[in-house]
C-alpha cells in the first residue's frame, strides 16, 4: 500500500459517529481538516446501541462504526501500521496500551477529568484511574482543551500538554439566516443530566423569572419535576441548536464536575447570547468576559439578572478567542511536528 503525502493518522475511541457529545463534535472537524491537509486518515469507534455496523458516508476520511472498536482497531495497526494513533475519551487507554504495543506513536486528545480523578456524579463507575494515569505518561502528544486542563494533568501526572480549544464549526451554531420572527425570552440549560446541573437550574426555574428550556437528555426521574415547573419545559435531544439559541436570552451553564472547556458557552456567545455559569473547572477561562460566574446554586437568579445586561459584542468578542481556524492551524502544527521527530 501507497504511503500518503503527509502520514496515515489512525483515530480510534469509543464514540465519534454519530456525532452527539461535545468530545466527538470536535474531533469530526478536525479528521476531516487532517485529510485535507494530505494525511490519510481512518477512524474507528463502537456501535451505539440499536446500530449495525457500516462505513460512514459523506467523508473526506474513512470512518467505520464497528461492534468491537478496540479490537479492530488493534487490527487495523497491524495491518495498515499507522504513523499516528489518535484517540479521546471513553476506550483511550484500551487504544493507546495496543498502541504502545505495536510502538506506534500516540496523540491524546484529554477532552475531560472523568478519568483521571474523581468527579462529583461519577462516583459509582468503574474508572481504574491508575491505569489511565498510566498510559497518559507514555503519550507522545496530549492536547488538552484549555490551559486549566493542562494544569490538572500536570498536577495529576507530570506530563506537559499542548492545548487546543475544542473545535466549534461557526456555521453550524451561528444564527444568522434565521427567519427573524423569534424573540430571545428563554433562560436555557443544554443538558437536562445531573452531572450538568439540572437539579440546581430546576430548583432556582421559578426564580429566574423567565420560561425556561432545558434540552437533551433528561436525568432519570426528573420528568415530573419539569412537569411541576410551570415556567419550565424539556424539548429532549435537539440536533441542530440553532433555533434554540435564536430563541435563548441567557444560557445557564451549572455543571457539577470539573468542566475543562465549556463548549456551549462559546456556542452562545458566537450568538450573542451571555451566560450564567457555576464557577467549577475551566467555566472561568472559557467564559472570559461573556457572562456571569455565579459560586453558589442559589446565586443563580442573580447571575442570570446581570448577564442579561452583558453586550452581545462583548459575547462574540469572547468567542472569537477560539475561532475553529486558528484552533485546527495549531493542531496540524502539533501534529506535524509529533511525525516529524526523530
Not at 262 to 274: H, L, Q, S
Amino acid at each position: 500500500m501507497a504511503q500518503s503525502a503527509q502520514g496515515r493518522l489512525l483515530f480510534a475511541a469509543r464514540d465519534l459517529f454519530p456525532a452527539v457529545g461535545g468530545a466527538s463534535l470536535s474531533m469530526v472537524p478536525l479528521l476531516r481538516a487532517f485529510s485535507r491537509a494530505g494525511y490519510d486518515v481512518m477512524s474507528v469507534n463502537a456501535l451505539p446501541p440499536g446500530a449495525l455496523p457500516h462505513t460512514v458516508a459523506d467523508e473526506p476520511f474513512s470512518g467505520h462504526v464497528v461492534r468491537d472498536f478496540a479490537a479492530e482497531a488493534a487490527g487495523i495497526m497491524d495491518r495498515w501500521r499507522p504513523d499516528l494513533v489518535i484517540t479521546q475519551g471513553w476506550g483511550s487507554t484500551q487504544v493507546l496500551t495496543s498502541a504502545f504495543a505495536r510502538n506506534l506513536r500516540t496523540c491524546l486528545f484529554a477532552v475531560d477529568l472523568i478519568g483521571y480523578a474523581p468527579q462529583e456524579c461519577f462516583e459509582g463507575q468503574d474508572i481504574d484511574f491508575a491505569a489511565n494515569l498510566g498510559a497518559l505518561r507514555g503519550v507522545d502528544l496530549v492536547v488538552a482543551n484549555s490551559a486549566y486542563m493542562k494544569r490538572r494533568l500536570r498536577e495529576l501526572s507530570g506530563i506537559r500538554a499542548e492545548v487546543v480549544a475544542p473545535i466549534i464549526t461557526e456555521d453550524d451554531y451561528l444564527t444568522v439566516g434565521l427567519p427573524r420572527t423569534a424573540s430571545r425570552r428563554f433562560v436555557t440549560l443544554a443538558s437536562g443530566l445531573a452531572h450538568k446541573g439540572v437539579d440546581i437550574f430546576l430548583r432556582q426555574a421559578p426564580r429566574l423569572g423567565r420560561p425556561c428550556l432545558i434540552c437533551g437528555p433528561l436525568e432519570p426521574g426528573r420528568e415530573a419535576r419539569v412537569a411541576a415547573c410551570a415556567n419550565t419545559r424539556h424539548v429532549g435531544y435537539v440536533s441542530d441548536m440553532r433555533p434554540v439559541y435564536a430563541h435563548t436570552a441567557c444560557l445557564v451553564v451549572a455543571s457539577l464536575f470539573e468542566e475543562t472547556f465549556g463548549r456551549v458557552i462559546v456556542e452562545a456567545n458566537m450568538n450573542g447570547i451571555p451566560v450564567a455559569a457555576l464557577d467549577r473547572g475551566a467555566c472561568r477561562e472559557t467564559l472570559g468576559r461573556g457572562g456571569v460566574l455565579f459560586s453558589t446554586p442559589g446565586a443563580l437568579p442573580e447571575a442570570v439578572h446581570v448577564a442579561l445586561g452583558v453586550s452581545p459584542d462583548v459575547c462574540r468578542d469572547n468567542a472569537r478567542r477560539f475561532a475553529s481556524a486558528s484552533q485546527i492551524e495549531k493542531a496540524l502544527r502539533l501534529v506535524a511536528d509529533v511525525l516529524h521527530r526523530p
